[in-house]
């Protein structure tokens, strides 16, 4: 088919082999680069399809050597933070890159990492850094100003509220120890930025709260002892005279003590009531009251009799 191509052509007869040799494209020089580079062909090889393809020989060694992509700057400054290669090597690469060395100082600040937004803001409010800080940080990261204000102000603010609730906590504790007069309990307080007025109020507090709950474990006590019936109604309302609870409070502990104490009392059961009955500890017709208190209806009293030895009941019962 070519030749009848051909044939058809201009082309003079004589030159008739020279367009299929065209049809046969040959490997590029920057190929038989990469091949020898790879180490898909030997050196001779790779010079002489280098060769054929136009290269100039001389120039072979020269390509080889600055040939092919390095590792990425950026990984690789990674690498040289943690101590892995040296600044000689970051050097080579970015000679080695199509990076103009001019720029080799500005390349090598990539080196250095940022706080991320969220971690700004996490530093901020644990009280690791400035809202003055903050805000530069930010700013540097591009932020817009009236943004970066409203983020450091939010976080600034939870962050000295939470602050504050936790040295108030600290500064109770250490009072409740002892370690502290309530004059320097005052100071401390005011100093961490409450009103001074309010610090009795919250000592008041405080001492009520201690108060209560020490009284609340008195209370706790003397209801065990009414139910178990260890005291009387009348040592209970003396005693809780004694705790300081209100007259009315006081009459209406005991009230519902009273009502506790006959819903759990306990009684005897059907068997034992029969078990009883049989021994001849009690009379059936004792038993037979017992069992109709609880809950029990005449058909099956007369029944738990005779099962409980009752001889005036006739068998079988029905």
């Given at each position: 088919m070519l030749n009848q191509v051909i044939a058809y052509s201009d082309i003079n007869p004589a030159f008739y082999g020279?367009?299929?040799?065209?049809?046969?494209?040959?490997?590029?020089?920057?190929?038989?680069?990469e091949t020898y580079i790879k180490g898909t062909q030997s050196k001779e090889d790779a010079l002489n399809a280098f060769t054929i393809a136009g290269g100039e020989p001389s120039q072979f060694d020269v390509?080889?050597?600055?040939?092919?992509?390095?590792?990425?700057?950026?990984?690789?400054?990674?690498?040289?933070?943690?101590?892995?290669?040296?600044?000689?090597?970051?050097?080579?690469?970015?000679?080695?890159?199509?990076?103009?060395?001019?720029?080799?100082?500005v390349v090598k600040l990539q080196r250095y990492k940022f706080l991320s937004p969220y971690q700004i803001v996490t530093a901020l409010k644990s009280g690791d850094c400035t809202s003055d800080q903050a805000t530069q940080w930010l700013l540097e990261e591009g932020y817009a100003a009236?943004?970066?204000?409203?983020?450091?102000?939010?976080?600034?603010?939870?962050?000295?509220?939470?602050?504050?609730?936790?040295?108030?906590?600290?500064?109770?504790?250490?009072?409740?120890?002892?370690?502290?007069?309530?004059?320097?309990?005052a100071e401390q307080m005011v100093a961490i930025g409450y009103e001074a007025a309010a610090v009795p109020i919250i000592i008041d507090a405080y001492n009520a709260k201690k108060i209560l709950g020490a009284a609340t474990t008195v209370i706790t006590q003397i209801k065990k002892q009414v139910l178990a019936k260890q005291i009387t109604t009348q040592t209970a309302s003396g005693l809780l005279d004694q705790v300081g609870v209100q007259s009315q409070v006081r009459d209406a502990y005991l009230k519902d003590w009273a009502v506790?104490?006959?819903?759990?009392?306990?009684?005897?059961?059907?068997?034992?009531?029969?078990?009883?009955?049989?021994?001849?500890?009690?009379?059936?017709?004792?038993?037979?009251?017992?069992?109709?208190?609880?809950?029990?209806?005449?058909?099956?009293?007369?029944?738990?009799?005779?099962?409980?030895g009752d001889a005036s009941i006739t068998i079988p019962v029905a």
């Open positions: 020279l367009p299929a040799l065209l049809s046969q494209e040959p490997m590029s020089s920057a190929d038989a680069v390509l080889t050597d600055t040939a092919g992509e390095g590792i990425g700057i950026v990984s690789a400054l990674n690498l040289y933070n943690h101590g892995f290669i040296t600044e000689e090597t970051i050097d080579a690469l970015i000679a080695y890159s199509r990076i103009n060395p001019k720029w080799t100082d009236d943004q970066v204000k409203a983020v450091v102000g939010g976080a600034a603010s939870g962050s000295a509220k939470t602050a504050k609730n936790v040295t108030e906590a600290v500064l109770l504790d250490t009072y409740e120890a002892g370690l502290l007069s309530e004059a320097q309990f506790e104490a006959q819903v759990e009392q306990k009684s005897l059961t059907a068997a034992q009531i029969g078990g009883m009955a049989k021994k001849g500890i009690v009379s059936y017709a004792y038993a037979a009251s017992r069992w109709a208190a609880l809950g029990y209806n005449q058909d099956d009293i007369v029944l738990l009799a005779a099962d409980y």
